[in-house]
Nanobody
Framework: QLQASGGGLVQAGGSLRLSCAASGRTFGSYNMGWFRQAPGKEREFVSA????????YYTDSTKGRFTISRDNAQNTVWLQMNSLKPEDTAVYYC?????????????????WGQGTQVTVSS
């Protein structure tokens, strides 16, 4: 089970840190990802991290502004979001994939969190 938190309302240029806490003893066996869904749009890939945390993946729009990290001892993955823009407004979801590292495809993720709302005002 995945529990995402940390969303909120922030002004453009501000920062937020999302957390995703996982239950169970096998967190380190999963590649993790963050996706987002803006109103009226399809869910899209944001970032991903490998099982060990040694490899990270971003889109062109998030690279340099967002940082994904994880601590397997704490069963948690984070998404640090800086220099936020109004177009970053969306519900953010964390997801876990047993088999795929750095995947952009939703179907390759086995478990999903419930989502946390991020709203960036201009």
């Amino acid at each position: 089970q995945l529990q995402a938190s940390g969303g909120g309302l922030v002004q453009a240029g501000g920062s937020l840190r999302l957390s995703c806490a996982a239950s169970g003893r096998t967190f380190g066996s999963y590649n993790m990802g963050w996706f987002r869904q803006a109103p009226g749009k399809e869910r899209e890939f944001v970032s991903a991290i490998s099982r060990s945390g040694g490899s990270t993946y971003y889109t062109d729009s998030t690279k340099g502004r967002f940082t994904i990290s994880r601590d397997n001892a704490q069963n948690t993955v984070w998404l640090q979001m800086n220099s936020l823009k109004p177009e970053d407004t969306a519900v953010y979801y964390c997801a876990a994939s047993r088999s795929y590292e750095g995947s952009w495809f939703q179907w390759q993720y086995d478990y999903w969190g419930q989502g946390t709302q991020v709203t960036v005002s201009s």
